[in-house]
């Protein structure tokens, strides 16, 4: 089973940046679907991001965009989140999801917080 360790949370203006990392360990990402998802304070966890592995495919929610990018880097086994142009809405801890169909292996990391003053 693979295990996720999440990074690159923090406290941002408005209008700044942010990149979160998603680390595998144990296995590599190869067949999984990677997503993002965010949990904002009294709300339930929702969808912002997904990759499939192996082919680099992508999609978002629409509220982020244009604004925010999934990208991978093969070499470190590690999935990324780039957020730019952050808006206060934004605030929430961001969770990294990894999901294999063919094991029905569904991992959580352990989530960060992102929180944008205005």
């Known amino acids: 089973q693979v295990q996720l360790v999440e990074s690159g949370g923090g406290l941002v203006q408005a209008g700044g940046s942010l990149r979160l990392s998603c680390a595998a360990s144990g296995r590599t990402f190869s067949s999984y679907v990677i997503r993002w998802f965010r949990q904002a304070p009294g709300k339930e966890r929702a969808f912002v991001a997904f990759?499939?592995?192996?082919?680099?495919?992508?999609n978002y929610a629409d509220s982020v965009k244009g604004r925010f990018t999934i990208s991978r880097d093969n070499a470190r086994n590690t999935v990324y989140l780039q957020m730019n142009s952050l808006k206060p809405e934004d605030t929430a801890v961001y969770y990294c999801?990894?999901?294999?169909?063919?094991?029905?292996?569904?991992?959580w990391g352990q989530g960060t917080q992102v929180t944008v003053s205005s």
């Open positions: 999801n990894a999901y294999n169909a063919y094991s029905n292996d569904n991992v």
């Open positions: 990759m499939l592995w192996s082919t680099g495919s992508t």
